[in-house]
């Protein structure tokens, strides 16, 4: 079993920067209503954290997408459920937990275009650039992190370690 090696990411550092998105958050979109789309399970506690933090009244929406299966690497992208009807004409806020290698986001862009909603913008926690395989756009970013393996505060290694309060990197084993 991998074990988490070192905190990357604080807990109060995680609660600042959530306070801080939910409020360009709350001024980008103030006098319009918001759906927040929640990427189940990686993006839950995040999801809760900054909706908490954001001033508007808002729409809750889950999706579940799933690309890890208990690995460290990526696969396929498989859509297990979501997305609603009611997301026609909306703006529709994705809520993610990481963006890696693109190809979630991009699946999951290009399934809610097929629901037409009025805009899709982009809030994830972590952004890993250097491991990015497809463009995709991030129009809010908790933090950018190294090409290490992350788990914490959502984020997991085969179901485990999702209820710690901040970001540690764990080391493949050898």
């Known amino acids: ?20 998105l939910g409020a360009q958050i709350s001024d980008d979109y103030a006098d319009r209503e918001l759906v927040l ?16 933090a954001i001033s508007l009244p808002l729409r809750f929406e889950f999706l ?8 460290t690497k990526p696969s396929q ?14 703006h529709v806020l994705i809520v993610e937990d990481i963006v890696d290698t693109g190809h979630t986001l991009k699946f999951l862009i290009g399934h809610l275009h097929l629901l037409n909603p009025k805009t899709v913008k982009v809030c994830t926690l972590l ?22 393996f992350v788990v914490g505060y959502g984020l997991d290694y085969a179901q485990k370690y999702r ?12």
Do not use: W
């Open 127 to 148: 952004d890993k650039p250097s491991r990015r395989e497809t463009a995709v756009s991030v129009d809010y970013c908790g933090f950018e992190v190294p090409d290490a």
């Open 163 to 174: 209820n710690l309060p901040y970001i540690a990197v764990v080391e493949p084993e050898h």
């Open 64 to 71: 579940q997408l799933a690309s890890y299966y208990d690995d």
């Open 37 to 52: 789309l929640g990427v189940l399970r990686g993006a839950v506690l995040f999801y809760a954290d900054l909706a908490r």
């Open 1 to 20: 079993m991998l074990e988490p090696q070192s905190i990357l990411i604080s807990e109060s550092d995680i609660q600042q920067r959530v306070r801080e």
């Open 77 to 90: 992208v498989q859509l297990i459920r979501g997305g609603s009807d009611y997301l026609a004409g909306r």
